[in-house]
């Protein structure tokens, strides 16, 4: 069959809007038609060359859909299901998933690394050149086959162009307060960062009971949507005194409880620590260059003060999915306010330009 895409031929470089090849799924794959994608920032690291990524390659990975097809053995899913697709296969088999840690499930890295199915092979290609797909995922295409484990059932009434943003960024940010850090009620929170996955984090720790939530962005547009989604105060770190400074003051010089990086930066996460309070928590969820290494003051080990990180929100697809689509519908989690625009696919390479100025939230691929 075809199927219209968006491909990455080079880091740096537009991607190219084409129709190619799709294959159908073999054995515990879907066949998926998208009905929508948001964008998010690690689609921009791969296409700027700070995550690696094989090329040709189909990005995109924070897409839900309709199931068109399933491949032999696949038995939990059927042709009409409505899905939201996600970066872990939950293998079920490796010692993470029997540990149950799906979010650290061996197959996922396979996966990322490979740009390929689980069986070696690529579903996309044109003229009988392979084309690699991000996490076996390939949301910025119209359909895609994917994992059977990758795909997450949830109800017909859920609006697949919003709930679509459960597949990584809000995941990842509502799976980093609620799961991660399990952010206490009544705590204090610092979330450095409002893009999707900030606001997320700020919205997790909304539901969880937070007393003081703290959004700390240069961006005063990002600043105002946190509070409205949830945020008691906002910061802007170039402000007189910078980052570490301000929130200490707007908690008695104390520090909070939980400081959460969601840049993906080294100078923020060393921030984060030293905005943390005596026996608090610094959660990293923003993905940094791997080379790069962390300073942290030791000081604060004799305070009891963590750093820990936090991989896809420390969730568990089959259980945090469907919870967190269900917060939605119930006016708990805001995703609506989260869409900055809803975009055609031709439109993509604008959306990333956006992204890389620091505007907006996240953009939705509307394929319907």
């Not at 995550?51 to 897409?63: A, D, F, I, N």
């Amino acid at each position: 069959m075809k199927t219209k895409a968006a491909v990455m031929y080079e880091a740096n470089k537009p991607l190219v809007i084409e129709e190619l090849d799709l294959e159908g799924p073999k054995e515990g794959e879907v066949l998926v038609k998208y009905s929508a994608s948001g964008i998010c920032h690690s689609d921009y690291s791969i296409l700027h060359g700070v995550m690696g990524g094989r090329t040709p390659m189909v990005l995109g990975h924070e897409g839900a859909g309709i199931i068109e097809e399933v491949g032999p053995g696949v038995t939990d899913l059927k042709p009409g299901d409505h899905v939201i697709a996600v970066l872990t296969p939950s293998c079920g088999k490796c010692v993470m998933c029997e540990e149950d840690k799906p979010f650290m499930c061996s197959q996922m890295g396979k996966l990322m690394a490979t740009g390929r199915m689980l069986n070696g092979e690529t579903r996309f290609s044109k003229g009988g050149t392979p084309i690699y797909h991000m996490g076996a995922l390939g949301t910025f295409s119209e359909r895609s086959v994917i994992q059977a484990g990758s795909a997450v059932k949830i109800g017909d009434n859920a609006p697949l162009d919003t709930v679509c943003l459960v597949g990584c960024g809000v995941t990842t940010g509502v799976g980093a307060a609620v799961n991660t850090a399990n952010v206490h009620k009544g705590a204090s929170v610092a979330v450095v960062g409002c893009g999707g996955v900030g606001l997320s984090i700020i919205q997790g720790a909304r539901i969880n009971g937070a007393s003081q939530i703290i959004a700390v962005d240069p961006v005063p547009e990002k600043r105002e949507l946190a509070m409205q989604l949830g945020a008691t105060h906002g910061v802007d770190p170039f402000a007189e005194g910078g980052p570490i400074k301000q929130v200490k003051q707007l908690t008695g010089g104390l520090g909070v409880h939980y400081a959460f990086e969601a840049l993906g930066r080294i100078d923020t996460t060393e921030q984060c620590w030293g905005m943390v309070r005596q026996a608090g928590r610094a959660i990293i969820v923003g993905m940094t260059n791997q080379s790069e290494k962390i300073k942290l003051s030791a000081t604060g080990l004799f305070g009891e003060k963590r750093i820990k990180g936090s991989g896809y929100g420390s969730a568990i697809p089959k259980r945090d999915i469907p919870r967190f689509v269900d917060w939605y519908l119930n006016g708990e989690l805001k995703l609506d306010e989260m869409i900055t625009k809803r975009i055609a696919l031709e439109d993509i390479n604008q959306a990333f330009e956006e992204m890389g100025r620091g505007e907006g939230a996240r953009s939705v691929i509307m394929y319907n």
